[in-house]
């Protein structure tokens, strides 16, 4: 499994960012985010096989989770960003065996940063 994200960078908050990433087609993919000190937290998660998508409460209304399944792209779209926000995006792959509900992601890419200034 081969993860790249791109798309992060620094952001006012309110603003949006797009954060993309080239997967293998996997059928479920999501994304995790980690701050400095704190957990891993899953931010978004999908699946390819009926479209249907999950978030956490946090991100819930601001953040959109979508693929194009031709040329095996996902991408988060992070609107009305927050200054909690500020974390490393990674793309992820659910653990072998486990869907999108569970949130226990097995493999990821580098991750990529995103800063929100206030």
């Known amino acids: 499994v081969q993860l790249v994200e791109s798309g992060g960078g620094l952001v006012q908050v309110g603003g949006s960012l797009r954060l993309s990433c080239a997967d293998s087609g996997s059928i479920f993919i999501g994304w995790f985010r980690q701050a400095p000190g704190k957990d891993r937290e899953g931010v978004a998660c999908?699946?390819?096989?009926?479209?249907?998508?999950i978030y956490a409460d946090s991100v819930r209304g601001r953040f959109i989770i979508s693929s194009n399944r031709e040329n095996n792209m996902v991408y988060l779209q992070m609107n009305n960003l927050k200054s909690e926000d500020t974390a490393v995006y990674y793309c992820a792959v659910p653990q072998p065996g486990a869907a999108c509900g569970s949130w226990r992601f097995g493999f990821w890419g580098k991750g990529t940063q995103v800063t929100v200034s206030s």
């Open positions: 999908m699946s390819r096989g009926d479209s249907s998508s």
